[in-house]
């Protein structure tokens, strides 16, 4: 990894922060983006005292004029592209009767359109490296779940867009890797879009008995390292896809009964 350039969208906090770290202590010198650009610096400042070569870049990742941006100043920088993490994502949690279709093409337009984007303004520079995209997705790109219909959509449409161009370009040396935490403690949550498009505010979940954001990293980067192809972490994500697979029908009754007891969950 010493001397490879890393770009990591969504990277001012957890998994693309820690991706950040982890592919740094490690040689790489890395590009973060995010909208925020206080979160964004205040990263980059941590990582730099850690010894990481880091650039930050603030950068909207539904943008396609921001992705066009972040490659071209990531070129001007460093030179070239080794690793593209495609990891800004933004989840929701509401019933598809009360969603407020805005929610939903904003969820599409940041975790499907924005791997989009970035993979399409890298690509020529990780062909010239023989690198690799990575794509963040989720357990919900093989299993849909309730009350997630737009993150669902989004994360399966991921991963078919990344298979096909894995296929296209496996005969040139670039390696894809999709990855597939399963409850990873981070913010997502607590950032997740309600109904109205509102953030969601207070996680439903227990963080403190999820996998952490570090210990994902570690798996990303070791999977990175060896050129896999897919990566799916946690027991109940590897069981919720096995099951999934043979017994769909009653994973559906499985699902809805976990996610109907979720803390105010929107189920009546």
Known sequence: ???????????????????????????????????????????????????????????????????????EETIRHYGKIDILINNAGISMRALFAELDLQVFEKVMDINFYGTVYATKYCLPYILATKGSVIGISSINGYRGTPARTAYTASKYAMQGFLESLRTEVMKSGVHILVACPGFTASNIRNAALLANGQPQGESPRAEEKLMSAEE????????????????????QGKLAVFLNKWIPGIMDNVVYNVMAKEKDSPFK
């Open 1 to 71: 990894m010493k001397d490879k350039v890393v770009i990591i969208t969504g990277a001012s906090s957890g998994i693309g922060s820690a991706c950040a770290e982890e592919f740094g202590k490690n040689g790489a010198k890395v590009v973060i983006t995010g909208r925020s650009q206080t979160s964004l610096l205040e990263t980059a400042d941590y990582l730099r005292s850690s010894g990481i070569d880091t650039l930050p870049i603030v950068a909207d990742a539904s943008l396609q004029e921001d992705n066009k941006r972040m490659v």
């Open 216 to 235: 994902v990293a570690r798996h990303i980067y070791k999977a990175t390292i060896s050129r896999k192809r897919d990566l799916i972490l946690t027991t």
